[in-house]
């Protein structure tokens, strides 16, 4: 890994003239600087598509839950599950395919979770019952957990420093737009066809994605790199690593900002559109205007901060605005203002929405950067602890029933002042840059490399 930072799409080796014979060029052959920014962008576009399956796989499918209920003649508990189901299998799938990517390599576990991926969403077109569905679900989310854990260990591979910072920034600009994009994509294809119809278009998408990653993404994680231990091994290095109170400060500290972001994901149809009366297409407007507000301060955060201010400032800066948006937000919610109306309550949302653009990708950055050692594992944990700690908060938001966006705002401010007391108290920025980075305890280097 080059210690300036450099990404390694970037090194281009020059070709062998052989033995000083003067070679004509062929002028129409694009240079290393033009080849460097097709593999740049390649590479960004297929892990991207790789991070938008998680949202397509459980956005696109909102739309047609009472279809699926009517349907299946289920009750709308049980079809529920089929969202949880799939949930829960992105969060476990990932603690298995992070070691197996740090053993055999990235290429082969993402191929196969892909084809996996691929069979069990055909599969979901033709199930009969809800309880089949609910276990293919299951199986859907296993396997989509590849492309997760996957993209962020390749991202390691390739990138160092400030610039995984700003790979991480632009990754954010795809999956940021796929939970925008996923529900209208999926009420389109309602139009003209039932909720099979859904999994349908998902396992075209997955199939397409499956020959993309085939052709080009090549592996990234050289033969020497790799770990040659089993389960033990792997579950050694996963407990290194989390004995790294920093790499764990980090981890913490983005999953529970990931956690206020599920919150508003979860509460925000019924605050804005039930409590302040806002239509479906001021929702949908809404919800499109704090996506773009996310997805361009992460752009600011890539392409303007990263390599100007450090990660540390930019995370804890992030943090601290998600933490005063929370606050505003109860004492708005909870009547301290009397009836503010929605357009302030909007606008707080907004920013902190908008925050998450630093939170998230530093957050990333600044873990994977202690554990070179086991790339796959440390992205394991930390997409784990994302999905798990997100999936705790989403149900404490209707809490308290219909009448009250109390309990969202509740629930932001509570996890956004531990992300913050957890990024204090455990990464403890103000410490040299030399001991941050340092890396985790040689236990767990040892226990990573077998």
């Given amino acids: 890994m080059p210690e300036s930072g450099v990404s ?4 281009i080796p020059t070709p062998d003239t052989g033995a000083g014979l003067p070679v004509k060029p062929a002028p129409l052959a694009p240079g290393p600087a033009v080849t460097a920014r097709r593999t740049g962008l390649l590479v960004t576009l297929v892990l991207g598509g790789l991070t938008a399956v998680p949202p397509l796989s459980m956005d696109m499918y909102l739309p047609a839950l009472p279809a699926v209920t009517d349907s ?6 049980t079809v529920q599950l089929t969202l949880t189901a799939c949930l829960t299998g992105m969060a476990l799938g990932q603690v298995v395919v992070g070691p197996m990517s740090d053993r055999w390599g990235r290429r082969r576990p993402l191929l196969l979770g892909m084809i996996v991926y691929v069979l069990a969403t ?12 609910i276990g293919f679900r299951l199986l859907q989310g296993l396997a989509g957990a590849a492309g997760i854990v996957i993209a962020r260990a390749v991202v390691r591979d390739l990138y160092d420093g400030d610039n995984m910072a700003r790979f991480f920034s632009t990754l954010m600009l795809i999956s940021g737009v796929a939970p925008v994009v996923a529900p209208v994509i ?29 052709k080009w993404l090549h592996e990234t994680l050289p033969p020497e790199e790799r770990h040659t231990g089993g389960i033990g091994d792997a579950l050694r290095t996963m407990r290194g690593l989390l004995a790294d109170r920093v790499f764990s400060g980090y981890m913490i500290s983005g999953s529970l900002a990931f956690a206020a972001l599920f919150a508003y994901v979860s509460a925000s149809p019924f605050v ?6 806002a239509s479906p297409q001021t929702f949908s407007l809404l919800f499109g205007i704090n996506s773009v507000g996310l997805i361009t301060v992460g752009q600011i955060n890539g392409k303007i901060l990263v390599g100007r201010v450090s990660l540390d400032k930019a995370l804890g800066f992030g943090l601290a605005v998600i933490v005063l948006a929370a ?8 009547g301290v203002f009397g009836d503010v109306g929605l357009v302030p309550v909007a606008t707080g949302l907004f920013v902190l929405m908008s925050a998450m653009g630093l939170a998230m990708p530093n957050t990333n950055t600044q873990a ?12 394991a944990l930390l997409g784990t602890s994302q999905f798990m700690i997100g999936a705790v908060a989403s149900p404490l938001v209707g809490i308290a029933g219909e009448a009250t966006a109390v309990p969202m705002a509740v629930v932001q401010l509570v996890c956004a002042a531990g992300a913050m007391v957890c990024f204090l108290g455990m990464c403890r920025p103000w410490q040299q840059a030399g001991d941050r980075s340092a890396g985790p305890s040689p236990s767990a280097g040892q226990s990573a490399r077998g």
């Fill in 8 to 11: 390694r799409a970037q090194q």
């Fill in 72 to 77: 299946l003649h289920a009750s709308a508990t």
């Fill in 122 to 133: 055909a599969i979901c077109v033709f199930a009969p019952t809800a309880e089949l569905l």
């Fill in 186 to 214: 999926g009420g389109q294809v309602l139009r003209i066809t039932d909720w099979r119809g859904i999994f349908a278009v998902l396992t075209v998408i997955g199939v397409l994605l499956t020959l993309v990653v085939w």
């Fill in 272 to 277: 804005v559109q039930e409590i302040y009366g």
């Fill in 327 to 334: 606050t505003a937000l109860l004492l708005m919610t909870s």
């Fill in 368 to 379: 994977l950067m202690r554990t070179k050692h086991a790339a796959g594992s440390a992205s």
